[in-house]
């Protein structure tokens, strides 16, 4: 039987010295770096997770996580953002309805700051995922970060979301049913732990039962918080035992707020990345289109996506292809055979699947950017 792993474990990285950097963000939320340090480096990596996970996510002991292996291979320097998605923060249960554009304008200008007063003006490489990637994309696009990473990698979606049908209707009527009807404002995996016959315990029990793939039900409800399959945050195959059971997928993914989903519905009505409210006076320094001045921006990002991707389908061809046009040559698509959203970063085979093109992406423009 696969052993329990303690939620937020800190065994998952070693020979690093761990060290936490809260700050605070202009809109007065307490957010926090993790610093894993080597040695000193030229070039650091910046970290960045998704909706409902948080840091955690790169430093899974069960496989050889993503910092140990930046670690292992050159980059001594090594930090992660728990910003206001983190399930580490109460930010996303607590009802107030933020929007990516608070992420963009906020979360990222605050951590680099942050970054910076600690590192200098050393090169700087990005790793983002999911709606860390999308509303990073945003804040970089929109002009609330400067344009001056050495290089950037975003998986599974950037600046145009696109999502299956179903997907569409989950949006469309899953925030007011959990505002008005199971009056929660948020969605948890654990909702089966929720006291038998309420409304929580009972959408758990149903969605549970058009999933007979596996047994977790948080396997289930994070298909269905999100995805469109079966199941639909990853490829079962490509997880490790540790990961699959318990409640260990719970604890790297955990509750969600429901009001992203109006923002990402409005961005995949329009095909593109967009300011959820325009009236809204403390969002007037972005843009009302994310991709406006797309051609401007001289950061070479890699493009990376499952080929099983059931949540944000093909987004990030779509955008690679997008931004190609515009300026050939610049950056890169890497279509991962096998994988799905997630299992990317938390595949037990990952660190041979798929680490090593992020870490060339890395590599190359840390070259590049000496050789400028």
């Not at 996580?65 to 930090?79: E, R």
């Not at 089966?192 to 058009?210: C, D, H, N, Q, Y």
């Not at 999100?226 to 719970?250: I, S, V």
């Not at 698509?333 to 041979?352: S, T």
Request: hydrophobic letters at 40%.
């Amino acid at each position: 039987m696969a052993r329990r792993i303690r939620r937020f474990s800190g065994e998952g990285v070693t020979d690093a010295q761990v060290s936490l950097h809260p700050f605070t963000t202009e809109d007065d939320l307490l957010l926090t770096l993790s610093r894993f340090h080597r040695e000193d480096s030229d070039d650091v990596v910046l970290l960045m997770h998704g909706l409902t996970s948080s840091s955690d996510l790169f430093v899974m002991p069960e496989i050889r996580n993503m910092v140990s292996y930046l670690l292992d291979n050159g980059f001594g320097d090594v930090w992660a953002l728990d910003f206001r998605m983190s399930n580490r923060f109460p930010y996303n249960t607590s009802g107030r309805r933020f929007s990516l554009d608070d992420i963009a304008l906020f979360d990222y200008p605050a951590a680099m700051r942050e970054l910076r007063a600690h590192i200098g003006d050393r090169r700087v490489h990005v790793f983002a995922h999911c709606l860390g990637a999308l509303s990073y994309s945003m804040s970089l696009f929109g002009g609330a970060v400067e344009d001056d990473l050495a290089s950037l990698v975003v998986n599974s979606v950037s600046l145009t979301p696109r999502v299956p049908a179903w997907s569409k209707v989950k949006m469309a009527v899953g925030p007011n049913f959990a505002d008005y009807v199971l009056g929660s404002p948020y969605i948890d995996p654990r909702f089966t732990e929720a006291p038998k016959l309420s409304g929580r315990w009972l959408m758990s029990k149903v969605i549970s039962a058009f999933h007979p793939e596996c047994k977790e039900s948080a396997c289930h409800m994070q298909s269905f918080m999100w995805a469109t399959g079966r199941p639909g945050f990853f490829m079962h195959e490509n997880l490790a035992p540790e990961t699959h059971q318990h409640d260990r997928l719970a604890d790297i993914n955990g509750a969600s707020t429901v009001h992203y989903y109006r923002h990402i519905s409005k961005m995949v009505k329009a095909g593109k990345a967009v300011r959820f409210d325009k009236r809204d006076p403390k969002l007037t320094g972005l843009p009302a289109d994310y991709l406006a001045r797309a051609a401007e921006i001289t950061t070479p990002i890699l493009f990376t996506t499952g080929d099983h991707n059931k949540i944000f389908t093909d987004s990030n061809v779509v955008c690679h292809a997008l931004l190609s046009k515009l300026v050939p040559g610049r950056h890169e698509l890497e279509i991962l055979p096998g994988y799905g959203h997630i299992d990317p970063i938390l595949g037990k085979n990952a660190h041979q699947d798929v680490y090593p093109r992020i870490l060339s992406h890395f590599q190359k423009h840390s070259t590049d950017r000496k050789a400028a």
